[in-house]
């Protein structure tokens, strides 16, 4: 993928297309009212189609005066936590 790929691509849609409403309609108003947001949600590769757990953190980033400048992610993998789990 070109950078021009990855600036077209909206957020929302690496997730599993069943996800997209829960992340419009839980994920993104209480991460703008709590500021962060995290649970376990499953990304789309873009290439193969396959689902990939990850533990989703999303949280605000703020300027020295507390002024929201934008929003960031932490999703490490979590595949090989869930094949123990099965």
Do not use: M
């Not at 929302?12 to 962060?36: C, H, K, M, W």
């Not at 873009?46 to 929201?68: A, C, M």
């Not at 400048?69 to 936590?81: F, K, Y």
């Amino acid at each position: 993928d070109t950078s021009e790929d990855v600036a077209r691509t909206k957020v929302i849609d690496y997730f599993a297309v069943d996800d997209q409403e829960f992340v419009r309609s839980v994920v993104l108003p209480t991460q703008d009212r709590n500021g962060f947001w995290k649970g376990e949600f499953r990304f789309r590769n873009f290439k193969s189609g396959e689902l990939i757990p990850v533990l989703y953190n999303q949280f605000q980033i703020r300027d020295e005066s507390r002024k929201v400048i934008g929003v960031a992610t932490v999703s490490p993998d979590i595949s090989e936590i869930k094949k123990v789990e099965r």
